[in-house]
């Protein structure tokens, strides 16, 4: 895409699927979830594209795969390298990094038979990204597979030009991958490819770069606004609170003396519990008169009592079966479906074992809560730090003696000593036949080794030693020191990036940190979910038998059970008839107690009148003083005084109650039940008490509060004030780079960045509203104020970060025309209009770039037609000059002047295969661009053109 290209085709053959595809490759994302807002898929109408039709349309079976082959030239050195994308599981996309070409690759995906005589070719039959990844992986040591956003990032947006390693796979060098930057480059790739975009899209593109661009702490707004509004309100119900407890003075004096008198009347209480525990030790004996009547009852029950368990036992047993029969039939339904669960996720690794499959998930399930810890706990990260340091020497150590292996290959025992001894040693050990000392064996060393190998008497498939049979091992004895010091590499390299990003992430945004740990924890538990199901797998198909058995067995119980209980059931109503009639007799024997349950009776009515008491009761095994009489009038004494103290204590809880509804203390939720502890009512006092006694300190602390908190605002207006000079500043700097440049008929043009009013008018109604050395609190006015400006900013309190893209409504520009001296405002022409954005987007693209770099990259037109034809002779150059190349798309019928015009061209309509990955896409193109040029002059362009990229920079990607 270094050439302006053109796509012609007829309609809905995919041509706008090729153009917009580009930036699956550009942006850091490895799923559609939230498709609209990072990629802005539109079809030609500008209806958006959900996250289900993005990820069908561009990945619609397993066998799809997306490569974009990229060149760069770093110190004047051309490097190469592609990048795979596959389907995932869950609207999820993985990648593939290689340094090989596409050429190198071509035949894993797609094949062209010897009797094909077009040379169109077919799919590769049974095409796997497991096996494509192996097989990319043995060619190319350095070829990876990325699915973490922040390893993506790294690798995508690496700057540091001076590092082949580092560099391998960057497509847009960023001066800093900061979130704020990498978002900017969202926006900017984006209006790449929909130039004609509203001010809306611009403005989102400026502020994003505004505020990656503040470079002091004190530039980013981090006003928690909702706790600056909580702490005045706070104030104020402080300030109340005083004022309502000075005004409830009387209540609280006459609540003072209730609780005195309270105090003199309450040990009623416990002369009723003596007196009531008394009458019922003297009924119980009475008691003893009526128990010949209750032993004939009980004989009676003693034969009704094994026919009524057996009825019960076997009730119990007939629900039990009937429940385990529901049990059985339910489980086996789960059981089967778990079974077909663990199939299908098994299904997905290929012929994988399950124990393979579970050190897999394992390994994923380690990984995954490491970094879940290092993201939530600073000392787990310090420690994960750790661990990758740890690592990473560890590693480095291995590189290094795996190289000097290499280097010492040839002195390996394997090459020094005969086949029949390297095999003795393997079966001792398979570590010794890897043995390498570095330098030719000297003869003592091999009499050594060959005497001690005649201690083992060789039998064929076995040695044996001094009565002991040691079977001969067939572990192969080869060792690939390569492949084994590229994966040491590669584990090198990532522990590297990983522990890089941690040590940074002090500077990430919560948010961001946020999401990722929302996508760590999803990763866990789909890992753990996963490894359940295989784990059980074996254990729930020998389990379904069991659960058959159950069912069986159960049946049978039921069957068998039901006719002996109605056997039973008739000899139990016989028996309780019996036991009724006497039941009758005993009845008239307890009227000789009716004069001790009389008085009793009077007692038990106070009893359930004061839930307290009965508390009290239920606590006190015994009377711990003698009653001064049984008699009804000692009984009426005590209820009297009970009143009385029944009366002061329920004026005294509603009192208390009050003050705590009115939140002047703090209560035990036991004052609000039936019947409070004393212990309750005595502590809630005893606060009240206390809150009194300090409302003189109460008022003087409240002052002192209320004025550190006005102090606080003028930091506030500090930090508004430093965000609304950036904006100026940012927009001053955009207006001096367009200075001298013109566009068709524009002489002068001037970018506005337009502020929402409630945000620039926010800092003189601040100055206007409050006084910071005052000890009262300041207007309502003020606060209505703030807490509007709060809510349009801060989103009713979801973040306090105030940023760029909510006070930057949009962008505009104003323009002088050749021969007129006033500026206009008016909206130009959709040519012009993108012509100015593009403009704008190589300024901004200029601050996102890393030094000394030049990247190249497409402006995306979905229909050529939609310009003028005349517009094209200046506008390609227009774009060519600004540092990008036109990509667009037309039909067969655009015309060969505009197809001359723009020079390469494909034809992606031309071929189709009788063998497509799917069958609904058959078209294929094949080979490079055509164009108006022969091929010799076309690599002379080719060439001199990218000598012109090394010209002015000292590197280029």
Known sequence: MDKHTILLGEGNVGKSSLLNCIRLFLLPEVNFNKAKDKFNFRSSNGDEYDKDQSFGHYFPTKYSHLIIEVEKVIGGKKYTHCQI??????????????TLAYNDIRSLFWQVEADDHYHIGSRVDKLSTQEVFAKIKSQDKFCITVKDPQKLKDLMYARDILSDVAMRYSLFPLNDASEENIESLRALILMLFDMKTSNKAVAKAVANLIEAEKKETTDALQFDIQSFMMAHDQLKEEEQKLTDIENKSNEYNELTQNYARYSELSSAESQFVDLYLYLENAIQTQSHNINESATRIKNYQLQLNPISAQ??????????????????????????????????????????????????????????????????????????????????????????????????????????????????????????SFANPGKLLRDQDRNAINNFQQLFVDQGYSYAFFGQEIRKSNTP???????????????????????KSLENLGAENPLIIEKKLAGLEKELNESLRIKQLITDLNENKTAIKIYANQQRENQQILDELTPVIAKL????????????????????????????LSVKGNADGTKQAYPKIQRQLEQQTGCKNTPEALTLEYLQQLQTNLQAVEKLRTKIIDTLKAFVTDKFVDADNDLFSASPMPSVIHATFIELKRVYEEVEDQRLLLRSKTKMHNESVSNYVDILDKNFEHINRFENQLNRAFKGISINDLNEIEVSIHIDNRFSNLIKEIHKSYNEFSDQTLSEQFYIRLQAFSDAFFKNGERNKLVMSDIINEVSYRVKKDGHDGWQTKQQSTSTTALINLKLVRMLLAKLRADSCMVQLPVIMDEAANINVDQYEWLLDDIRESGFFLFTAGTHSSGAELVHMIGHHYDVDALKTAKPYTKERTRVVWGGPQAFINETDFEDYQNDNQIELLEGTDETI
């Open 85 to 98: 994308l596959s389907r995932g599981n869950n609207l999820a996309f993985e990648r593939i990094f290689t």
């Open 569 to 596: 059931s008739a000899q139990q109503t016989e028996l309780a008839s019996l036991i009724e009639t006497e039941r009758m007799t005993q009845a008239q024997l307890t009227q000789a107690q009716s004069q001790l």
């Open 477 to 499: 004895n080869n060792r690939d020191l390569a492949r084994e010091l590229d994966n040491i590499k590669s584990e090198l390299l990532a522990d590297i990036s990983e522990k």
């Open 311 to 432: 009825i019960k036992e076997h009730n119990q047993n007939i629900f039990a079966a009937n429940k385990a029969l529901s049990k059985a039939i339910s489980t086996i339904e789960k059981t089967n479906k778990d079974i077909n669960k663990a199939e299908a996720e098994l299904n997905l690794y290929g012929d994988m074992s399950h124990t393979e499959v579970v050190e897999i998930l394992d390994e994923d399930i380690s990984s995954s809560y490491e970094k879940i810890q290092s993201l939530k706990d600073n000392n787990a990260r310090q420690n994960r730090i750790v661990k990758l340091q740890n690592q990473i020497d560890r590693y480095t150590i291995q590189q290094q003696q795996l190289e000097q292996d290499i280097a010492n290959a040839e002195y390996t025992l394997v090459q020094q000593l005969p086949s029949d001894t390297i095999t003795f040693l393997n079966t001792l050990n398979h570590q010794l």
